[in-house]
């Protein structure tokens, strides 16, 4: 299938020049094609029946809830010109097992991944500098997670209904991740 040939009902998807762009769903994935998307709109994708997303590099903002309540979202791919993963991005999407942010994401907003139930692997990068509330409020699969060095600040409930076992934090750090999870002194691990 062309592109060019079909804009589909309900896509938001922007070009660098604001005109509308358009994806190919191929099976229940969903690929941005042909145009250079630079970013895609809040809510765009929200409640959809996607089951895998991958996002080309060239996407470097993406909305708010843009694919909030994707119950079927199994695979994401995220796009390496992001700063922000913003709010509520993949809150409500159920079926995610892992998730690799990009080096050069700085933040993670309110409730990104909040009840992601089947989230049991994320990968932060050192780029990463704040947590935000409820981040990954209600990820009750997520048992480990590593931290890097580089996170500065951690709102106190990121992780509040988790059942984490462990938080892995860089080797020296103690002190510092005492002060931003103290709720969670008892499972820091520094490696």
């Known amino acids: ?16 020049n604001n005109l509308w762009g358009c994806v190919d769903i191929i099976g229940n994935t969903l690929i941005p094609c042909k145009y250079d998307i630079v970013s895609i709109r809040n809510y765009a994708y929200s409640a959809s029946k996607i089951t895998s997303l991958i996002l080309p590099d060239s996407v470097t903002e993406i909305g708010e809830e843009s694919f909030s309540y994707c119950q079927k979202l199994i695979s994401v791919t995220l796009p390496k010109n992001i700063i922000k993963i913003p709010a509520r991005v993949f809150s409500w999407c159920h079926k995610i097992t892992s998730i690799t942010i990009p080096y050069g994401v700085q933040k993670i907003s309110f409730g990104a991944f909040e009840d992601c139930k089947e989230l049991t692997s994320i990968f932060l990068p050192n780029s990463l500098v704040e947590i935000e509330s409820r981040a990954f409020w209600g990820c009750t699969s997520l048992r480990t997670i590593n931290i890097p060095p580089s996170v500065d600040i951690i709102a106190k409930d990121s992780f509040g209904q988790c059942y984490l076992n462990f938080i892995i934090i860089p080797s020296g750090t103690r002190d510092k991740f005492e002060k931003l999870l103290p709720e969670y002194r008892y499972t820091l691990v520094e490696q």
Do not use: A, P, T
């Open 1 to 16: 299938m062309d592109c060019n040939d079909k804009i589909y009902e309900g896509v938001f998807l922007e070009r660098q």
